[in-house]
């Protein structure tokens, strides 16, 4: 059981760790949130097949991070820019890597989800719909409305 | 957007948790899980069982002095259980039609079993069988009876005439009725008293053993209601003159 999950753990780690931080932007955060998440999975008796795992894993990260988001210690902070977190800290970003961070930080979040999940991931649109739980053409629209705000950053910037 | 899809994937691979902290987290999530919660730690549960151990209590005291405070008097199972639910009605002021009961003998019983909506008068005091008939209809108590009737009968307050009172002898076989028997202190003062009435002795009948001594009538609201006595033969000639005194007042 525990070897199990620690190759599940070992697997999936860095991909809910990028979800949470692509949507939270916050080193800590994220490790809150992935470690919420695989307590979850640790916890949860009913066994999820190989296949569907990936997707529970992120469906539980977006919903987490969207409590985050919503908790007032949060909204609190959440006036502070970016560039007073930690994004940088951990990882060897160089500037590119930052400015793409920050134009990430101005979008919706609703599309930076859509879009990590299309762009890095590469789930098609109906594997998508079903992890976010919203219709094929809503994740369209969120792909196509996220790269458009996308880019208006990148001009903007 | 191939730039774009190229951008997101260069930033992202760069975004990796680092060993230590995984396996610190890795640590702390199996621990989560042999963390055994107790049951009785947990506020939800421990709340709960506080306020059923609250109500428990409250309803063990609130028990234990019910009678007490329904009556206003220590309930016990003994000769002045009519005094006691003489009480009840005084305390609960309960109106009661007087055409309710009209030749219902077990009127009273019924009318506290369902005013009240509880099981205590009859679970102890006004039960048929836990009516000491027998210890009460003696002589003596009798005698207390037709003297107070009498009281009553010459006042001109009156406000309960509400039983029928029929009073067994102690070997006579217990009729199903819930009677108000006499006792040796206020308490039938309290139901007799209230006897308005232009008493008149109709009847003298019985059996063989007994004499049923129906021995007065009355009107109260223009009702007419009648008393009984059941009586040994032997306490018969007692009862006679008794109540041949009676009419000559």
């Not at chain 1, 780690?13 to 992935?34: F, G, Q």
């Not at chain 1, 916890?43 to 992120?58: A, C, M, N, R, S």
């Not at chain 2, 992202?12 to 730690?41: A, G, P, Q, R, T």
């Not at chain 2, 009281?151 to 039983?163: A, F, P, T």
Request: positive net charge; aromatic residues 14%; glycine residues 2%.
């Amino acid at each position: 059981m525990d070897q199990q999950f620690d190759y599940l753990f070992n697997k999936y780690k860095n991909d809910v760790y990028r979800l949470a931080y692509s949507y939270m932007l916050n080193v800590e955060d994220a490790e809150d949130i992935t470690q919420k998440v695989f307590i979850k999975l640790y916890k949860h008796k009913v066994y999820i097949p190989d296949g569907e795992l990936k997707k529970w894993l992120f469906r539980v990260t977006i919903n987490n991070c969207k409590d985050y988001f919503r908790a007032s210690f949060f909204r609190k902070r959440s006036n502070v820019s970016i560039d007073d977190l930690s994004i940088s800290s951990n990882f060897t970003f160089d500037k590119t890597d930052e400015d793409f961070l920050k134009q990430l930080q101005k979008i919706n979040k609703k599309y930076v989800i859509v879009l990590y999940l299309y762009y890095y991931l590469g789930y098609n649109v109906e594997e998508i719909a079903s992890i976010i739980n919203i219709s094929e053409s809503g994740v369209k629209s969120r792909l196509r409305r996220g790269k458009i705000e996308f880019k208006k950053e990148m001009e903007r910037f | 957007m191939e730039k774009f899809s190229n951008m997101f994937k260069k930033t992202m691979d760069k975004i990796k948790l680092n060993e230590k902290k995984s396996e610190e987290m890795l640590s702390i999530i199996k621990k989560s899980k042999e963390k055994k919660h107790n049951l009785f730690l947990k506020p939800t549960f421990a709340s709960i069982v506080i306020l059923l151990l609250c109500i428990i209590n409250v309803g063990i005291v609130f028990a234990s002095n019910y009678n007490k405070w329904l009556t206003g008097v220590e309930l016990k199972k003994d000769n002045n259980s009519q005094y006691v639910c003489g009480k009840v009605f005084e305390k609960l002021n309960i109106k009661i039609k007087t055409d309710e009961f009209k030749n219902n003998n077990t009127y009273s019983y019924n009318i506290i079993e369902e005013k009240l909506e509880t099981n205590i008068l009859k679970s102890n005091y006004l039960k048929k069988d836990g009516f000491n008939l027998e210890y009460n209809a003696n002589d003596e108590n009798i005698t207390n009876l037709l003297l107070i009737m009498k009281d009553g009968i010459n006042r001109e307050s009156i406000m309960l005439s509400l039983y029928t009172v029929t009073i067994h002898t102690k070997d006579y076989e217990l009729q199903d009725k819930y009677n108000l028997c006499v006792a040796n202190d206020e308490s039938e003062y309290y139901y007799i008293k209230s006897l308005k009435t232009n008493a008149v002795i109709t009847d003298l009948s019985g059996g063989d053993t007994h004499i049923k001594v129906k021995y007065i009538t009355f009107t109260y609201n223009k009702m007419i209601y009648t008393i009984s006595i059941y009586i040994d033969k032997k306490d018969a000639d007692f009862i006679y003159e008794f109540l041949e005194s009676l009419k000559e007042n």
